[in-house]
Every structure is written in C-alpha cells, then in structure tokens.
T-cell receptor
Framework: GAGVSQSPSNKVTEKGKDVELRCDPI?????LYWYRQSLGQGLEFLIY????????KSGLPSDRFSAERTGGSVSTLTIQRTQQEDSAVYLC???????????????FGPGTRLTVT | LAKTTQPISMDSYEGQEVNITCSHN???????ITWYQQFPSQGPRFIIQ???TKVTNEVASLFIPADRKSSTLSLPRVSLSDTAVYYC?????????FGTGTRLQVFP
C-alpha cells in the first residue's frame, strides 16, 4: 500500500515568508510525528499527534512553528516568518497506536527540503 | 528519556559481521530499545526492537544483556548497500529521541 507522503519535496523561500508543509500518513495510522534534520545531523523531534490532538509540542523550536492535523489524517506544519536557521529537511512519520502505547515502528516519508534564502 | 551513546562512525568490508554497540545507562524499566537505519536523502527505517535478551529478524540481531544498560546491533555479512547511519533509541513513549547515530561505511 501507499507509504507516507510529503509535499512539496523541495521548497525555497525568502526569509520572512511563511511556509506550509504537508504530510499524508499511512491510512489507519493514528499517530503522526514531525522531525527536523539539519545537514549532517541527527533528527530533532518537533511534535507528535495522537489522532487530532498533540500531547507533546515541546520540540517546536519557537512560536513561529505550529502544526495541526485534521480528520485524523493529513497534517500541516507551518513556519511563519521563516529564518535561515529554519533550513533543513522536515520529516514526517506515522505509526499505529496499540493498547494506549504507540507501536514503535514509525514509517517515515521522504521529507521536505526547506531552503530559506 | 534515557540518553544513548554510540560510536560516531565505523568502517567494515563486504561480507564481514558488524556489531554496533549503544550505551544507555539510565534506561528505565518500561523502556524498549529500537534501532533505525537511514540512507542519504531518505527518512529512517525501522530495523529491530527489543526489551531484553536477544531478538533476531531477517535483517539483524539485537543483543541486550541482563542489566539492559547497553545493546548491540549485529549485521551479518554486510554489503555495500548497508552503508548508512544507524540510530539507537530508548524509550517507552512515542517521542523518539534520535542522536547523531553511527555512520557505517562498507568497503568492497
């Protein structure tokens, strides 16, 4: 079946502009995650959703970052007033939720490469 | 969440067995140990998960000693296509903390 998809695959934007990144999880997966990966670095956790609610937003770097999920499916990550340090690959993942605890096998999308000029 | 420590990089040759050890001294009772693999320009991919003793699947084996303060990912007979970054994660929640991982380079 279809995996996690993300769009756009690449985004170049000017400093100060807002951007919206989209994630389509695997159908039926109730947990959805956003990560950020800078060049040559490990993954930085941003936020995760259980259904449409976000129990943990602690990884969002600043109040310029926000995310929402509707219908327990698609999620968007919005970055307002982008800065050059926001340049990174933004990865989305989804997983099943079993017995009140997520199954750890997260399925990752290909990512969106964001470049802020 | 328990912090993990793993080597920054490792080199190997095709056909050899590779063992990558991860230290997690502060692992909690409910924590599981999970390993992911990441190729360049791709998202990470789940390899294996365990709680204690040994777990084996078609890709790798995971060895966990009784005290669970470390774990070892074993890749049998690596090939060039196993060149990737390998992440060790420990936790019992959905919030996965990825470190910088171990960059494995396999040479012909």
């Amino acid at each position: 079946g279809a995996g996690v998809s993300q769009s756009p695959s690449n985004k170049v934007t000017e400093k100060g502009k807002d951007v919206e990144l989209r994630c389509d999880p695997i159908s039926g997966h109730t947990a959805l995650y956003w990560y950020r990966q800078s060049l040559g670095q490990g993954l930085e956790f941003l936020i995760y959703f259980q259904g449409n609610s976000a129990p943990d937003k602690s990884g969002l770097p600043s109040d310029r970052f926000s995310a929402e999920r509707t219908g327990g499916s698609v999620s968007t990550l919005t970055i307002q007033r982008t800065q050059q340090e926001d340049s990174a690959v933004y990865l989305c993942a989804s997983s099943e939720w079993t017995s009140g605890r997520a199954v750890y096998e997260q399925y990752f999308g290909p990512g969106t490469r964001l470049t802020v000029t | 969440l328990a912090k993990t420590t793993q080597p920054i990089s490792m080199d190997s040759y095709e056909g050899q067995e590779v063992n990558i050890t991860c230290s997690h001294n502060n692992i909690a009772t409910n924590d599981y140990i999970t390993w992911y693999q990441q190729f360049p320009s791709q998202g990470p991919r789940f390899i294996i998960q365990g709680y204690k003793t040994k777990v084996t699947n078609e890709v790798a084996s995971l060895f966990i000693p009784a005290d669970r303060k470390s774990s070892t990912l074993s890749l049998p007979r690596v090939s060039l296509s196993d060149t990737a970054v390998y992440y060790c994660l420990v936790g019992d929640t959905d919030k996965l903390i990825f470190g910088t991982g171990t960059r494995l380079q396999v040479f012909p």
